[in-house]
């Protein structure tokens, strides 16, 4: 009787793992936090990571909540990463905390006061205080060339996520990387001393796919990431930094790592800059342009992709909050974009690298 009733329980443990997820598939959702940035990922072997988690208050933890527990089938986030330390990308954590337990946290060390160099706020310490007390299972500060502990799936390609930056600091070239033909095309701006410079930015790969997540990180630290030599190589889906914002979005680095496809986390009045918006138009090998939003801004820079290839079409009142989906085949060979609005979806193939 007893031995009966363990196999019994054996197969519904393996029911339920089936059931929730047939495909070892890479999933990567764009939550919209309105302008903030919150990207979810699920690896072939079930693990969680999510880079940044939007706003402060309980909108974008909940929208956060609903996605990793409706969409992705989590009851757990077993990374976070924080880019930096700006509301829009740290301040949904310590309530997305209450909502869901979260494992490990990688950020660049909790600053003492604000980073922002450019700017005064002597209410950071308190803005930062929920983030620093919420209850996680360890934290670790980020270094670049380190990865994450991720467990490997049978019969799928290797998963990985490797920090490319943080903190102003930038990974090694791959040894004998030549010069980047493409050095000095650009000029520099003027220094960015705003906490957006010491973003961290991340490439996950699963077999030849590539994405690259670089927070807001900004002009002069984009080109450090391919000039003189390019650091990372190229990439398959560029997340366009910044939300799309003019003082990020350096051609140099979008030419260099020449993506298939872009995937902007703009607001309905944020981001998707002039500058940015033709930085992406003149990047030869995007095959499409993802945005979370049609930029509404009525300042007359109408420059949008097509409307299809738009997650949300109107203003945050009347706002779903539809997730845009990227989901990557377990072999890492190609990967579908899934706009749940419309449905609208296209495959590509992975690049050669
Ligand atoms: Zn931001």
């Known amino acids: 009787m007893a031995a009966m009733k363990r196999i019994l329980l054996v197969l519904t443990a393996a029911f339920t793992i089936l059931s929730v997820r047939a495909e070892k598939t890479l999933d990567i959702y764009w939550v919209d936090v309105e302008g903030g940035a919150a990207t979810l990922m699920v690896t072939p072997a079930g693990q969680s990571i999510l880079i940044d988690t939007g706003n402060?208050?309980?909108?974008?933890?909940?929208?956060?909540?609903?996605?990793?527990?409706?969409?992705?089938?989590?009851?757990?986030?077993?990374?976070?990463?924080?880019t930096h330390f700006h509301g829009d990308h740290f301040g949904g954590?310590?309530?997305?905390?209450?909502?869901?337990?979260?494992?490990?946290?990688?950020?660049?060390?909790?600053?003492?006061?604000?980073?922002?160099?450019?700017?005064?706020?002597?209410?950071?310490?308190?803005?930062?205080?929920?983030?620093?007390?919420?209850?996680?299972?360890?934290?670790?500060?980020?270094?670049?060339?380190?990865?994450?502990?991720?467990?490997?799936?049978?019969g799928t390609a290797k998963v990985d996520l490797t920090f490319v930056a943080a903190a102003r600091k930038f990974i090694e070239p791959p040894k004998g990387a030549k010069k980047n033909p493409l050095t000095g095309s650009v000029?520099?701006?003027?220094?960015?001393?705003?906490?957006?410079?010491?973003?961290?930015?991340?490439?996950?790969?699963?077999?030849?796919?590539?994405?690259?997540?670089?927070?807001?990180?900004?002009?002069?630290?984009?080109?450090?990431?391919?000039?003189?030599?390019?650091?990372?190589?190229?990439?398959?889906?560029?997340?366009?930094?910044?939300?799309?914002?003019?003082?990020?979005?350096?051609?140099?680095?979008?030419?260099?790592?020449?993506?298939?496809?872009?995937?902007?986390?703009?607001?309905?009045?944020?981001?998707c800059s002039p500058s940015a918006f033709t930085a992406l138009q003149e990047t030869q090998s995007i095959k499409a342009m993802y945005q979370v939003h049609r930029n509404l801004r009525p300042d007359g820079s109408d420059n949008n992709t097509d409307n299809e290839l738009i997650a949300n079409l109107t203003g945050p009142n009347e706002c779903k909050a539809y997730t845009m989906k990227l989901s990557v085949t377990a072999d890492g060979k190609s990967y579908t974009v899934f706009n749940p609005r419309n449905k609208h979806q296209r495959t590509f193939k992975t690049r050669r690298h």
């Open 56 to 82: 402060p208050g309980t909108r974008d933890a909940g929208r956060i909540h609903e996605v990793a527990t409706k969409q992705a089938g989590l009851r757990k986030i077993d990374f976070l990463i924080t």
């Open 93 to 154: 954590a310590a309530p997305l905390s209450q909502l869901m337990p979260i494992g490990k946290v990688y950020d660049n060390g909790i600053p003492v006061r604000n980073p922002d160099r450019n700017r005064q706020d002597p209410a950071f310490v308190l803005k930062v205080k929920p983030y620093k007390t919420m209850k996680v299972d360890g934290r670790v500060v980020v270094k670049p060339g380190g990865t994450l502990p991720l467990q490997q799936a049978d």
């Open 187 to 271: 000029p520099p701006m003027k220094e960015d001393l705003s906490d957006n410079a010491n973003s961290v930015a991340s490439l996950i790969t699963l077999g030849n796919f590539r994405f690259l997540d670089c927070g807001d990180l900004t002009w002069n630290m984009e080109a450090k990431l391919v000039e003189p030599v390019n650091r990372i190589g190229t990439v398959d889906v560029y997340q366009v930094n910044h939300h799309g914002l003019a003082t990020s979005n350096n051609p140099l680095l979008i030419k260099s790592v020449a993506p298939t496809v872009s995937v902007m986390n703009n607001g309905h009045r944020k981001g």
